[in-house]
């Protein structure tokens, strides 16, 4: 599911920009309507991949080498692979098993790939991006939960 060539920057990564994190992220928004935004060149956001709320699929809308824009820090997205959750931060029935599951796979293989260490300090949430202003995935998100999941993968 191809994000608009418009709303991300192509790149050579990992040579061109280090890969050191994992953004977790919320999309406030359902699964559909995350993946027609990031084809809409006039929206200029986009992160690497989409998970589904129900089953936990996982839609690819950047190819990693690229950097995709969606941490609102220029520094962070060059050096991060972004995953979107479908949901919003404050309903956590959106949270569902299959989702932490397939999300928590998808991260260890990424941190796996990159020397990225299975840690808190590098799998991290949109929130804890230096300047931004968003609050995802927010206090409904198990974040004990994940990062085992991510180390048992």
């Known amino acids: 599911m191809p994000a608009s060539t418009s709303n991300y ?8 920009y280090p890969i050191d994190y994992v953004i977790i992220h919320v999309t406030q928004e359902t699964f559909a309507d995350t993946l027609a ?3 809409n060149p006039a929206k200029k956001v986009s992160a690497h991949y989409v998970v589904r ?4 699929h996982i839609a690819q809308c950047v190819r990693e080498r690229n950097v995709g824009w969606h941490a609102g820090n220029w520094s962070y997205n060059t050096r991060s692979i972004g995953i979107e959750h479908e ?3 404050d309903q956590p029935e959106y949270f569902t098993d299959e989702m932490y599951e397939k999300s928590a796979a998808l991260t260890a293989a990424i941190c796996k790939k990159y020397g990225i260490p299975k840690t808190r300090e590098h799998i991290i949430g949109h929130v804890e991006v230096p300047g931004t202003d968003h609050t995802d995935p927010g206090r409904y998100w198990d974040w004990s939960r994940y990062i085992r999941l991510v180390n048992f993968a």
């Open 9 to 16: 920057t192509a790149s050579n990564r990992p040579s061109s």
């Open 37 to 39: 935004i990031f084809k």
């Open 53 to 56: 709320s129900a089953d936990g």
């Open 87 to 89: 949901g919003w931060v």
